[in-house]
């Protein structure tokens, strides 16, 4: 005890010398606040203590869209003065200031013409109606000359109906188009029959009400009752592995998605107006590549589809349209397989 005793007095003798030229103790009492200070106080040759200069930067009101804030950004700054900038930079930028996500109720699902991609069909929409954009062929058997891409009747009788079935399911038609089908008639065949179905259909029923079917059936309150997409009809989920495919093979062939066409790639409608097109020789692919669209991206899952559009509480005039869609799959189907 007497050694801790004397050690203790030389230690507070050596410190007595520091503490007379560092000013008073301060009390324990004061010691927490005086930490604090000291941390927060940079030393006096620190940069953050350089004086701020208002002259130095632009007037909030000279702020545009393009105007150049970072001399707002720096440290020495005011935060309200950088928050000021910041809200003048974004006000008076349209992009920002008019943007309007998306909201639940924002459009007006009683009217089909109010909604972007949506509204009655016209006639001159059919041409091209998938927006596919068609490119230099991509593969190197495919052919260049047009000689080569002479097309056969019934090649062009396949085109034709997939660009029929491809209107009817892209859009609903307009009264023209309307007019048109009523017209069409049939042989004894299964599809002859199915053709002179969808023409009665459409002699009996307005177009109005073919155009609120069509919004029942593939847009809806919320949703429709179906939908054309392989990626749900194969995995139960829209966007999924199967579309991911038919853009792979799409990209393999040289054809590629129009930007201002709102549906993905594995759409009924999308496939179809490619079928078409390869049918019809307005897309230049090696021979088979319609066959292979066909088996590997419509086959699995189109005829289900047309199937249940047949039966849909919806359809009226659309169920002679899943009528003539299924019987066309089942005869590409035989066709193909025949090929072989």
């Not at 103790?25 to 010691?31: D, F, L, S, V, Y």
């Not at 940069?47 to 702020?63: G, R």
């Not at 005039?317 to 090929?339: C, D, H, N, P, Q």
Request: hydrophobic share 40%.
């Amino acid at each position: 005890m007497a050694r801790w005793s004397r050690m203790k007095r030389e230690s507070d003798r050596t410190a007595e010398p520091d503490a007379s030229s560092s000013g008073p103790k301060p009390n324990e009492g004061e010691a927490g606040d005086l930490n604090q200070a000291t941390a927060a106080t940079p030393p006096a040759d620190s940069p953050a203590t350089a004086t701020f200069d208002l002259a130095t930067l632009p007037p909030l009101q000279s702020i545009t869209a393009g105007t150049d804030i970072r001399s707002f950004l720096a440290s020495t700054v005011p935060v309200e003065l950088t928050r000021a900038a910041l809200r003048r930079a974004w006000v008076t930028d349209p992009a920002i200031r008019d943007f309007i996500g998306i909201a639940e109720n924002q459009w007006d699902f009683n009217d089909p013409t109010a909604m972007p991609g949506f509204g009655p069909l016209r006639t001159e929409d059919v041409p091209g109606l998938a927006g596919l954009g068609e490119t230099e062929p991509a593969c190197p058997g495919a052919a260049k000359d047009p000689a080569a891409a002479e097309v056969d009747e019934i090649d062009h009788a396949r085109a034709a109906e997939y660009s029929l079935l491809a209107a009817l399911l892209s859009h609903s038609p307009d009264a023209d188009m309307i007019e048109q089908l009523a017209r069409l008639g049939g042989d004894a065949t299964q599809l002859g029959t199915a053709h002179a179905a969808l023409g009665s259909a459409a002699a009996s029923i307005n177009p109005e009400r073919i155009e609120r079917e069509y919004f029942d059936l593939f847009v809806g309150l919320g949703r429709g009752e179906l939908f054309p997409y392989a990626s749900y009809y194969l995995t139960g989920y829209l966007h999924g592995r199967p579309l991911a495919r038919i853009r792979e093979a799409l990209k393999q062939i040289g054809v590629k998605k129009n930007e201002q066409q709102s549906e993905p790639e594995d759409h009924v409608a999308v496939l179809f107006e490619v079928m078409a097109g390869l049918a019809g020789g307005r897309i230049i692919a090696p021979d088979g590549t319609d066959r292979s669209i066909f088996e590997n991206h419509l086959r699995p899952w189109a005829g289900r589809f047309f199937s249940d559009l047949e039966h849909a509480e919806s359809a009226t005039f659309y169920k002679s349209v899943g009528s003539l869609g299924r019987i066309f799959m089942e005869i590409e189907t035989e066709a193909f397989s025949l090929s072989t």
